[in-house]
């Protein structure tokens, strides 16, 4: 089962995080403080898994984001590694070779995907073509608001002009 | 649209993540962050705030809080919008409320209607967004008021829907399995659902029932094996492809569950054998998904009832990983290797895995360097034991985490007691292990140690005896000069010293007793050292007192015991005093007291009291009250026992009700005096009631009487391992099967002790000198590894053969080594390039000089390349005949000739043409130039990239 989602910026900056399992605030805050420690530091070379408190965290580096995941001890290493890279290719074609920036500026969307990957800590959808269907299927509905709302708006900005 | 920035967000917006980006400090960022939570605060609760606006804020609130700030204010509007019928609202509120609330928050009390109202929604999204709310949201208590809906949606005509209904059901599993017990065969029912999503969805609660009770699933195996066939035979429509493997996540999945299936069920297993076989021969051991699923499969075979071939197999692969110039390869190995050895053991013979095992141990990465650890503790035999631990100490030594520390030492301890191949081995290691985590391990570890030196190897052989002791002793006296010391160490140092320190008459009482009052005056806060010391300086005069010398005390001695007759402690007070009293009493009276090496002994207790029956029957006589046991106080024993619970759960305030405890130390004078050299081996009896450690000391002379069986430190059957071959019973013991022992035992401390010492110097210059270390690192694989075919009752004909072949093969083994790079670099291109890892280090740090715009051709060009097979993976129309499968299973037919004439309704095609449009819009998004241009132009626009000239869209740039 994986516990927790976290994109961590080279400096430490979080960009999104998932909490599987029950964290209050303050122990998320010291999870986030003790794994970027830990695995900014890493080098390059070495392994993409950290022992850490009972528990493995595979991690693996995009451009200048980390994505990380928590996982049990006798959970496949590899295969979370695969996930990882199943999120990002996702990420991936939805924003059109995705950036740091995207992420930040949309962070929410990032969540809406994750939310069609995993579910209460599993993985739901392997299939990469479902999961575009559905968020597909989602963000037409937004633009239908949105265009709902921009006309409202220009209604407004016309009324206060 | 003035307001809109790039990126679909407020200008507002943006600028708050533009203006955190450049901070220049933490307490900058804080503030920026605490003047956006004000605005927030104000608009959110302001009542003409436009709804649209709300949900932008709300999406603010978010980024604050991911930035670690609290922003609990505004839960209770994400919960409001939650409520909102517009369901672009509505999904943002579903998403705060699953980012912001855990399960037990109050609100969630709240949003447990709406999600009633949303799971009978019409609009499935609606329906998709309340069940990943459930997933998240709904606790034990909750449970049963969504239950109702989230069964009848497992029936419901969108997959997307049943999937999250499945995972709903798994999560109440997990939450609370008496909730939904009744509901399991609907589990099994979704194993045959059309959409290979929704069955995949469904292995996961099925993985969990079965890892709880494997036997009531020994039905489904068939149907298991059945699917990964299809699924390994490509059956899944092609959308399930990752990087050209069928499914690969699925197949992992069932590989796990038929490996709990399979465990320990030979019939169970040999239906497995064909697949699991056949898969690993299918994996492509170039990506690193086939490689995830290789893994897989080796863990399988390791809990299969065991197959010669699929061993074999698994050996093949696991070396593979071994040699692999990749660290997660190589992880992945030992560990595979460590779930392999259990079933087995000859595959540590191969000279090439000791090799590879042992560069792991030595490799720079951590987590590498722990997991071979743990495949040496599980490999740990007598023969070995001496390297291993050796070994764990090192590095226990180099490293600060604490965790980890204290879990390394406690397996040293352990590996140390099962496997000590002499008492002065296990001393000596026993110190280091105390000198650098002492304050990690657990108490009893203390105790065993000072048990093992007070009884020594066995009655008979006196010799040995002190000389362990003295060797104990000389040990000790170096160590205590060390500057810091655990208290546990200290304790047993103390302990030994006042025992054993003038036993043998090479160091004189005054030097002891001298090192003894510096170490109380080194450790003043630490009262248990100080006591332990005092007690030692009793001991240690007494001793002397009873051999008629002359006692002179130390200047030191004497004001360390007039500290203490003044101490706070009244435990410490009492101990000097009895110590007062003892110097000056008569040789005679002391030898009483103290006779010397009696730890030993048996103390016999006297519970009943016999010996005052008399005075007791002399009082009843004189018309004293006889005595009522408290058990017919019935009344008064009610109330007391009410008062002690009390006592406890109020235990610092409220007045005791209760006698006091006895003071300890007293029954040295009651109680025939032997006691006090036994009451010693545990802590002081300080004031502070319940420690653990305490417990021994008090109920053994109390005479309680389930007490001391539970309490006692478990030292059964410890001894025989320890002690020579002669004495283990469980041997059907002939002499010359003893002298052959013996003498193997000889000759591996020679090699070993030889070994050990090489290793050493190997870990000091490893890095420096590669080429002349190879010869010592077949010695260390041979006192690793050598020991592990000869403990297992091999012929030592065998045995020599190994060693004999050893030195060739490794030979080559490390040539192979040294050409190994060549062949990695041939290979790396093969490997289809990685999507998205495109500026790795390597790329991005080139980037200052290199024109960027070049080298996002270049990232494009990359690209190119994968996209294709995607692509025609959406277009291809696969006529795939997996409903029919799960119509077969569900019949329990479980035959592919009527598969193929089932028609295909969901697979087909009519989705096609949706997937072709996607397909190419797909291709148009990915590797557009244009598209990247326009986003670094419409960035910099805003400002947003940082002065460097080089506007590298891969660059973090908020840095």
New interface residues.
């Given amino acids: 089962m994986i516990h927790f989602v976290l994109l961590i ?3 430490g ?6 909490w ?1 399992s ?4 303050k122990e998320r ?1 010291k999870v ?1 403080r003790e794994l970027s420690g830990m695995i900014l530091t890493r ?9 850490w ?1 009972g528990y493995k965290v595979v991690y693996k ?4 984001l980390y994505f990380c995941m928590c996982i049990n001890q006798d959970d ?4 979370i ?3 990882i ?2 999120y ?2 996702i990420l ?2 939805y924003f ?7 992420l ?5 969307k990032a ?2 995907i994750l ?1 069609e990957i995993l ?2 800590g ?9 999961v ?3 968020i ?3 963000d037409s ?2 633009e239908d ?2 265009e709902q ?2 006309s ?2 220009n209604m407004i900005a016309q009324a206060t002009k | 649209m003035g307001s809109q920035g790039g990126f679909g967000q407020s200008k507002e917006f943006l600028d708050l993540i533009k203006s955190i980006g450049e901070c220049r400090s933490k307490a900058e960022e804080d503030r920026i962050v605490l003047r956006e939570i004000e605005t927030l605060k104000t608009r959110l609760s302001s009542p003409n705030t436009p709804k649209f606006k709300l949900k932008e804020y709300l999406i603010r609130l978010l980024y604050v809080e991911m930035l670690g700030h609290d922003a609990s204010f505004g839960y209770i509007h994400a919960v409001k919008m939650t409520h909102d019928e517009n369901l672009l609202l509505k999904r943002t509120g579903y998403l705060a409320v699953t980012l912001f609330l855990n399960e037990d928050h109050d609100l969630i009390i709240l949003i447990v209607n709406t999600i009633q109202k949303d799971l009978k929604s019409d609009n499935y999204l609606v329906v998709c967004a309340a069940l990943n709310a459930v997933c998240r949201l709904i606790n034990e208590e909750t449970i049963p008021a969504v239950l109702p809906q989230v069964v009848e949606l497992l029936g419901h005509q969108k997959e997307a829907v049943r999937k999250k209904a499945v995972m709903a059901l798994h999560r109440f599993y997990q939450r609370a399995p008496g909730s939904v017990s009744h509901l399991i065969s609907n589990f099994r029912k979704r194993l045959c659902d059309n959409d290979p999503g929704v069955m995949g969805a469904a292995l996961c609660p099925l993985f969990d029932l079965i890892t709880i009770d494997a036997d009531a699933y020994k039905d489904l195996v068939v149907s298991f094996v059945n699917i990964l066939k299809q699924v390994a035979e490509r059956r899944l429509p092609k959308s399930y492809d990752y990087h050209q493997m069928p499914a690969p996540f699925i197949q992992i999945k069932l590989l796990k569950i038929l490996a709990l299936l399979g465990s320990g069920d030979k019939k169970a297993s040999e239906q497995m054998y064909t697949i699991v076989g056949d898969i690993m021969r299918k994996c492509d051991s170039t990506s690193n998904i086939g490689n995830a699923i290789l893994y897989e499969c080796i863990c399988c075979v390791s809990s299969l009832h065991p197959n010669p071939k699929l061993l074999e197999a698994a050996a093949d692969a696991i070396s593979k990983f071994l040699k692999s110039d990749s660290h997660n390869l190589r992880y992945l190995g030992i560990d595979a290797l460590s779930r392999l050895i259990k079933i087995s053991p000859e595959i540590a013979d191969a000279a090439q895995h000791q090799l590879a095992v042992i560069d792991c141990l030595e490799d720079p990465d951590d987590t590498l360097k722990r997991k071979t650890f743990e495949l040496l503790y599980k490999m740990t035999k007598s023969s070995n034991v001496e390297v291993i631990v050796d070994r764990m100490i090192q590095y226990m030594i180099s490293i600060s985490d604490s965790h980890y520390k204290t879990e390394i030492a406690s397996r040293c301890v352990e590996l140390a007691e099962q496997f000590a191949p002499s008492n002065q081995w296990f001393i000596q290691a026993m110190n280091k292990v105390f000198e650098h985590a002492g304050d990690l391990v657990n108490a009893k570890v203390a105790h065993n140690l000072m048990r093992l030196i007070a009884e020594g190897f066995g009655e008979d052989d006196d010799a040995a005896d002190t000389q362990l002791r003295s060797s104990a002793v000389e040990s000790y006296l170096q160590i205590m000069g060390e500057p810091k010391l655990p208290s546990a160490f200290l304790q047993v140092i103390c302990w030994v010293l006042g025992e054993y320190g003038t036993a043998d008459g090479k160091y004189s009482a005054s030097y002891i007793t001298g090192k003894l009052c510096d170490v109380a005056e080194a450790h003043l806060a630490d009262d248990t050292v100080k006591a332990y010391a005092i007690t030692a300086l009793m001991k240690i005069y007494s001793f002397e007192i009873a051999a008629g010398r002359a006692v002179d005390v130390l200047p030191e001695c004497q004001s360390l015991i007039e500290e203490m007759l003044a101490s706070h402690s009244t435990d410490l007070q009492q101990r000097a005093y009895e110590l007062q009293a003892i110097l000056s009493l008569d040789a005679n009276a002391v030898e009483k007291i103290m006779p010397m090496n009696s730890t030993c002994d048996d103390i016999e207790i006297d519970k009943s009291l016999s010996f005052l029956n008399g005075y007791v029957q002399q009082a009843v006589e004189n018309g004293a009250q006889p005595y009522i046991p408290e058990s017919e106080r019935s009344g008064m024993s009610n109330i007391s026992n009410f008062k002690s619970q009390e006592d406890h759960e109020s235990s610092t305030h409220a007045l005791r009700f209760e006698a006091y405890e006895l003071p300890k130390p007293m029954l040295s004078q009651n109680v025939p005096p032997i006691l006090a050299s036994s009451t010693e081996l545990v802590p002081v009896p300080e004031p502070s009631y319940v420690s653990d450690i305490l417990q021994p000391a008090t109920s053994a002379p109390s005479g309680s009487d389930a007490g001391p069986s539970e309490l006692r430190l478990r030292l059964d059957g410890v001894q025989r391992k320890w002690g020579r071959p002669t004495y283990s019973s469980a041997t059907p013991s002939t002499s010359s099967n003893d002298a052959v022992k013996i003498q193997n035992e000889a000759t591996q401390r020679d090699s070993v002790g030889m070994s050990n010492s090489k290793a050493r110097d190997v870990s000091y210059d490893s890095r420096k000198q590669q080429v002349e270390i190879s010869p010592e690192k077949q010695k260390l694989a041979a006192s690793l590894f050598g020991g592990v075919s000869k403990s297992d009752g091999r012929q030592p004909s065998s045995s020599q053969k190994v060693s004999k072949h050893q030195n060739p093969t490794s030979d080559k083994s490390r040539a192979a080594k040294a050409a190994a790079p060549d062949t990695a670099v041939v290979k790396t291109p093969q490997t289809p390039p990685d999507l998205l890892d495109l500026s790795e280090p390597s790329i991005s740090s080139s980037a200052p000089s290199v024109d960027p715009f070049k080298q996002w051709e270049g990232l494009l060009d990359l690209k190119q390349d994968p996209t294709p097979v995607s692509a025609g993976g959406v277009g291809s129309t696969e006529t795939s005949d997996f409903m029919s499968l799960f119509t077969d299973m569900s019949l329990n037919v479980p035959s592919d000739g009527v598969a193929g004439t089932m028609p295909n309704v969901i697979n087909g095609n009519g989705l096609g043409g949706i997937m072709a449009d996607h397909s190419a819009q797909q291709l148009n998004k990915g590797p557009n130039l244009k598209q990247a241009l326009e986003k670094d132009a419409r960035v910099r626009q805003m400002g947003v990239t940082p002065s460097g000239q080089n506007p590298n869209l891969f660059k973090d740039l908020l840095g």
């Fill in positions: 910026s080279r400096q900056k979080v960009r999104l995080t998932k599987y029950p964290y209050s605030q805050a986030l080098g390059p070379k070495l392994c993409n898994f950290v022992e408190r580096r995009y451009a200048s496949n290493e590899l295969e590694l695969e996930i890279h199943h990002v290719e991936d074609r059109g070779s995705v950036c740091e920036l995207d930040i500026f949309n962070f929410h969540y809406y939310e579910l209460a599993e993985l739901q959808e392997s299939s990469k073509k479902t575009a269907r559905l597909g299927a989602q509905l937004v608001a949105k709302a921009s409202i708006k």
